[in-house]
């Protein structure tokens, strides 16, 4: 009888222990799930109201204050996030009053609403929980953005000799 009992609390407290692992590492997963869902929330609204502002910007000094904040929040130096490079180049080249133009605007909100639509894509994968599954489709450009094409262009003399200024 005593192996019995000695059995039978062994084996509840080792099931007590595994269900206390259990939620221990649940509980600290949703806790940092929480606060990378609430921060990259924070992210795409701040990206959605800097995008506002540029297609409104009046002056050079607003479009260098947006371009340095909307920089400070991409990634223009990844490969994979092209879209990224050519969103904060065009955003650059608001300072020009020739620059603000309705095709640039129109490209930016475009390029902007594709990477809003990426990272809300994997934020919703992400809280799925179910990695197995594959990662979501790439939304985003990886392609060599249009506006360094362009600025080549520009950087070059009429004759199609690079510029020596």
């Known amino acids: 009888m005593s192996e019995t009992l000695v059995a039978g609390l062994l084996g509840g407290g080792l099931a007590a222990l595994i269900t206390l692992a259990g939620v221990l590492i649940t509980s600290r997963w949703r806790s940092a799930e929480e606060n990378v869902i609430k921060q990259r ?5 701040a990206v959605r109201s800097l995008i506002a502002q540029a297609v409104n910007v009046d002056t050079p000094e607003d479009a260098r204050r947006i371009w340095a904040e909307l920089a400070l929040r991409m990634n223009p130096e990844d490969d994979l996030d092209k879209d990224d490079a050519e969103l904060v180049a065009l955003i650059k080249g608001l300072e020009e009053e ?25 934020a919703k994968w992400e809280t799925q929980g179910w990695f197995w599954e594959g990662e979501p489709e790439q939304t985003r450009s990886i392609e060599p ?9 520009l950087d070059r003399s009429a004759d199609g000799l690079p510029r020596h200024d």
Do not use: C, F, M, S
Not at 99 to 121: C, F, N, S
């Open 98 to 122: 020739a620059g603000r133009t309705p095709e640039r605007y129109a490209r930016i909100v475009h390029l902007a609403a594709r990477i809003l639509k990426h990272d809300w894509t994997r």
């Open 145 to 153: 953005p249009l506006v360094d094409v362009r600025q080549n262009l």
């Open 41 to 45: 929330e924070k992210w795409r609204d």
